[in-house]
Structure formats: C-alpha cells, structure tokens
C-alpha cells in the first residue's frame, strides 16, 4: 500500500503511564516531533480510560483499550479495535517486547495489508540474560512462538543506535529481523532555567547553595544506584557542599535497601530523595544540578542523558549506556565503567575541572544535544523509515 503525504500513525503500547520509563517518553517525544511535520499520530494502549496520565499529550489521541490482565498486559480488546481500525493507518509502530500488545499486532497484522515496524526499547540486550538466568528461560518459552515471528515479520525492527542493535543479536540464536537504526533524543527543555531552578530549590529548600549531582529515572538495580551511592560517599568528604539528588519511581521496592546502604556509609544526611519529578520540577532538578549521573548497568539510550544535555549539564555516565561512544567522542562528559570504581573516576574528574574546563563542557554537552539528540532528527529519520516500509 502507498504512503500518502500525511501519514498516519498507530503507535501500540501496553500503558502510557509515566512510571514506566523510557518507552512512555519516546511515545510521547516522537508523538509531538511527528505531528509537527504534518504526521497524523494515534496511540492505542492497554491502560483503562480513567487514567489520569492518558491526557498528558495533547497532541496525541489516545485511545485506551483497557483493562489489561496479568503482568503480560493481556487486553482482550485490543485485536478487536485493530481489527476495525488499523486499515484507516499507514503504519503500526509496536513499543516494546514482552507484552500481548506486540503478539495481538502480529495476529491481525498477518491477515491485513498493514505494515508495522517495532521499537525494542533495549529489550533485547543481552545483559537481561546475563543477570536474570530464569527469567529469560520464560522468555526462550515464549519466544519461538510469539516475539520472534513478531520481529520477524516485521517490515522493520528499529533500534535507536548501533550499539543496541548489535547487542541485540546475542539474546536468542533463532533471530531474523530486518534492522534499521535511527537517532533518538528529546525535544528542547524549557529555556526559563532560573524560575526552573528556583522552583526546585524552593520545594527543596536544604539543598539550596550545594553543588548538585543528580540521578533522575527509574530506581532499580540494572540503573547501578547502589554503586552511585558508594562512590559518592568515598567524595563526599572532600567538599560539604556535595548532595546527591536521587530522583524517580521506586519500581523494584529498593530504596529502604539504598536508605540502608547510606546509612552505614555515612552520608544520609547528604542524599536528598523526591520521588518521581515531573514538569516543570524534572527540569528544575536539571538546571539545578551541576553535573547528571547514570551508572547503569544497561541502558539502550537513555532520555534523561538527552534530557541533561539538552541543559547544557555535562553527564557521567558507564559504558553500558549505549551512546556512551558519542559522549566521549564529543567530550560532552566522562565515561567509565560500570562499577564503584568508574563511578569514582567520574565523580572525580568532575571535581577536578576548574570553572573554565566545567564551563567549556557545559557548552560542549548542550551543542551534543542539538547535533544528535534533539527529537526533530529521529522524526525524520523514522519517516524515511515508515515510508521505505511501504516498498
């Protein structure tokens, strides 16, 4: 079928809610940057219509298909509105693996003259495999059956850099897809960076006047929190006016484990934790800071590094994030590994800059963002896609 000049979209994923992370951000970034280069952009999700966080988008239209049973997101709807409506659209995009959405799109996908590419997410890197053995003996029970012939039937499976879609080759021997690679990112923050700070500073009072390291996303433990903690606790006694900003859900019942874990290394009292930031708090919190750390474990790309860059914050990150590579290609951060260890050497390389060297990065990391990372290039980039799709 031909791709008309305006083309129209049907993203699927199991739920838009915000604590989910990453996918939810991409729908919701990639949403608004299509729809400003005249693409008709509809998501369905397994999410009930009551849902507080389904209006977020404006620019979207949301449709929700819920409720969805088990973990699995099973949504009985859902092959029933693609049924009736997907013929009105020019492309399905799955979000994530794992979920009934993905199979319920390639059951009614087989029967119709619709095409459909699928995000990953980082789904399928390895390290999952490495780390949690019987999970992905479940996942080897599902995959012949369902995720493999979803990716591989696939017009394409779309990873958001190289390094992703070569990890991705290693999680399961039966794998056939056809690749594409796009850029990724986030759209421009809010400019107005002092009302911003102020307003984190002013929720947030006994942190105000302290240099700010921030860690902003999930709190689990591929996102390497326990060793960010640790590697702080060995700085944090060079300066007084270190704090550490730990931002986001509790997805994994750990941060009583962390609370623990600062205790015992003395430095509760300089860790601040405000739960999940939104709006215009999760910019304050950036613009607050002085430097963003990530020391994941895995990470496929990671909105909040755009998101920090796009600050002009510099970002001390592993090199299990993905676009490690172009970090340290553009010296808009430092880079080490995944362990106390690396996580020191940033700290530390951070406080060695003088004021001149701290500056020069700033600048380094904000001009990372608008070469790579603005959400307007991986619009386009995903339109070349959609519209090769139809060939």
């Given at each position: 079928?031909?791709?008309s000049?305006?083309?129209?979209?049907?993203?699927v994923?199991?739920?838009?809610?915000?604590?989910?992370?990453?996918?939810?951000?991409?729908?919701?970034?990639?949403?608004?940057?299509?729809?400003?280069?005249s693409?008709?952009?509809?998501?369905?999700?397994?999410?009930?219509?009551?849902?507080?966080?389904?209006?977020?988008?404006?620019?979207?239209?949301?449709?929700?298909?819920?409720?969805?049973?088990?973990?699995?997101?099973?949504?009985?709807?859902?092959?029933?509105?693609?049924?009736?409506?997907?013929?009105?659209?020019?492309?399905?995009?799955?979000?994530?693996?794992?979920?009934?959405?993905?199979?319920?799109?390639?059951?009614?996908?087989?029967?119709?003259?619709v095409?459909?590419?699928?995000?990953?997410?980082?789904m399928?890197?390895?390290?999952?495999?490495k780390?949690?053995?019987?999970?992905?003996?479940?996942?080897?029970?599902?995959?012949?059956?369902?995720?493999?012939?979803?990716?591989?039937d696939?017009?394409?499976?779309?990873?958001?850099?190289?390094?992703?879609?070569?990890l991705?080759?290693?999680?399961?021997?039966?794998?056939?897809?056809?690749e594409?690679?796009?850029?990724?990112g986030?759209?421009?923050?809010?400019?107005e960076?002092?009302?911003?700070?102020?307003?984190?500073?002013?929720?947030?009072?006994?942190?105000?006047?302290k240099?700010?390291?921030?860690?902003?996303?999930?709190?689990?433990?591929?996102?390497?929190?326990?060793?960010?903690?640790?590697?702080?606790?060995?700085?944090?006694?060079?300066?007084?006016?270190?704090?550490?900003?730990?931002?986001?859900?509790?997805?994994?019942?750990?941060?009583?484990?962390?609370?623990?874990?600062?205790?015992?290394?003395?430095?509760?009292?300089?860790?601040?934790?405000?739960?999940?930031?939104?709006?215009?708090?999760?910019?304050?919190?950036?613009?607050?800071?002085?430097?963003?750390?990530?020391?994941?474990?895995?990470?496929?790309?990671?909105?909040?590094?755009?998101?920090?860059?796009a600050?002009?914050?510099?970002?001390?990150?592993?090199?299990?994030?993905?676009?490690?590579?172009?970090?340290?290609?553009?010296?808009a951060?430092?880079?080490?590994s995944?362990?106390?260890?690396?996580?020191?050497r940033?700290?530390?390389?951070?406080?060695?800059?003088n004021?001149?060297?701290?500056?020069?990065?700033?600048?380094?990391?904000?001009?990372?963002?608008?070469?790579?990372?603005?959400?307007d290039?991986?619009?386009?980039?995903?339109?070349?896609?959609?519209?090769?799709?139809?060939?």
């Open positions: 079928m031909g791709i000049n305006a083309v129209k979209i049907l993203h994923i199991s739920s838009l809610n915000p604590a989910h992370g990453g996918p939810v951000e991409a729908v919701k970034k990639l949403s608004i940057a299509l729809t400003a280069l693409a008709v952009v509809d998501v369905v999700c397994c999410d009930t219509s009551g849902e507080s966080w389904l209006h977020e988008t404006p620019c979207m239209n949301v449709i929700a298909v819920g409720p969805a049973f088990f973990r699995y997101g099973y949504a009985p709807r859902l092959v029933e509105f693609l049924q009736l409506h997907v013929h009105e659209y020019d492309i399905v995009i799955v979000n994530g693996l794992w979920q009934y959405c993905g199979l319920a799109v390639w059951r009614v996908m087989k029967r119709l003259d095409p459909y590419i699928v995000f990953t997410h980082g399928l890197d390895p390290w999952f495999k780390t949690y053995p019987l999970k992905h003996l479940k996942k080897w029970l599902y995959w012949p059956w369902a995720e493999y012939r979803v990716l591989r696939a017009r394409y499976v779309v990873f958001t850099c190289e390094d992703e879609r070569l991705a080759r290693e999680s399961f021997w039966l794998y056939k897809v056809r594409a690679v796009t850029s990724f986030t759209s421009s923050p809010p400019i960076s002092e009302r911003l700070t102020e307003e984190f500073f002013s929720t947030y009072p006994a942190i105000r006047g240099r700010l390291a921030l860690f902003l996303s999930r709190i689990q433990a591929k996102k390497g929190c326990d060793i960010l903690i640790e590697a702080f606790a060995s700085v944090a006694l060079q300066d007084e006016s270190l704090h550490l900003v730990i931002a986001g859900p509790d997805q994994e019942g750990w941060v009583l484990q962390l609370k623990e874990l600062a205790c015992r290394l003395g430095i509760a009292e300089r860790i601040t934790w405000t739960g999940m930031l939104l709006g215009d708090l999760k910019w304050g919190a950036y613009y607050a800071s002085e430097v963003f750390c990530l020391s994941s474990h895995q990470e496929n790309f990671g909105i909040v590094v755009a998101e920090a860059l600050c002009g914050r510099p970002v001390l990150i592993s090199n299990k994030v993905n676009i490690w590579r172009e970090i340290e290609t553009d010296k951060g430092f880079v080490e995944d362990t106390v260890e690396g996580t020191l940033n700290l530390e390389r951070w406080l060695a800059l004021e001149k060297e701290y500056g020069a990065m700033a600048n380094r990391a904000m001009a990372t963002f608008q070469r790579r990372f603005h959400i290039r991986a619009a386009m980039r995903l339109l070349e896609i959609i519209r090769s799709s139809s060939k």
